[in-house]
Nanobody
């Protein structure tokens, strides 16, 4: 069973950048499709980005396309989310998630979740 731990969140001004990391352990990381999701207070969890087992295929929510980049390093069991040109509406708790299959855009299809990391973007 894979375990996930996010890090890298914080407070940043609008227009700034953050890099989130997700460390995986307890499983064969390369066998998992991975995704980033976020949840703002009072809102449903929403898809942000996803990446295939090999890292060769990625998918982004329209709201972050061109600003965020998802990547993975299977040798280090790490998942990343580079976030540039941050906006106040990006404020949320960000979660990484894993499923032992190809990635999905639907949060309910993921089996394993990290504890989340808070990202706050001030205007």
């Amino acid at each position: 069973q894979i375990r996930l731990v996010e890090s890298g969140g914080g407070l940043v001004q609008a227009g700034g950048s953050l890099r989130l990391s997700c460390s995986a352990s307890g499983g064969t990381f390369r066998n998992y499709g991975m995704g980033w999701f976020r949840q703002a207070p009072g809102k449903e969890r929403e898809f942000v980005a996803a990446i295939s087992w090999s890292g060769g295929n990625t998918h982004y929510a329209d709201s972050v396309k061109g600003r965020f980049t998802i990547s993975r390093d299977n040798a280090k069991n790490m998942l990343y989310l580079q976030m540039n040109s941050l906006k106040p509406e990006d404020t949320a708790v960000y979660y990484c998630a894993a499923r032992p299959a190809e990635y999905s855009l639907s949060y309910w299809r993921y089996d394993f979740w990290g504890q989340g990391t808070q990202v706050t973007v001030s205007s």
